[in-house]
């Protein structure tokens, strides 16, 4: 059974920067491709950034592309998400997960943490 803890979140500016952790504890992480999502109010989760368990592969989401930056120490057991340039619409509560293989649904995600808000002002 893996856990998983966000932090990090808050409010920034738009233009601004945030970086948010997730720290695993519980299992393998190094053995688990890991992910960001995202879900706004009134909207479904949406798909952020993931990879692979050294970090070398790397996948986005097309609203972040180019702002986001996904990350992973697996000496310290975390998986992080660089955002830059942010903008309101990236307000959202974020969540990390844990999946066996890079490239899951989010439906086939094993595990979840609890998710940090952060929030983005104009």
């Known amino acids: 059974q893996v856990q998983l803890v966000e932090s990090g979140g808050g409010l920034a500016q738009a233009g601004g920067s945030l970086r948010l952790s997730c720290v695993a504890s519980g299992g393998a992480f190094s053995s688990y491709a890991m992910g960001w999502f995202r879900q706004a109010p009134g909207k479904e989760r949406e798909f952020v950034a993931d990879?692979?368990?050294?970090?070398?592969?790397?996948s986005y989401g097309d609203s972040v592309k180019g702002r986001f930056t996904i990350s992973r120490d697996n000496a310290k057991n975390t998986l992080y998400l660089q955002m830059a340039n942010l903008k309101p619409e990236d307000t959202a509560v974020y969540y990390c997960a844990a999946a066996r293989f890079l490239g899951a649904k989010a439906h086939e995600y094993d595990y979840w943490g609890r998710g940090t808000q952060v929030t983005v002002s104009s």
């Open positions: 990879c692979s368990w050294s970090g070398a592969s790397t």
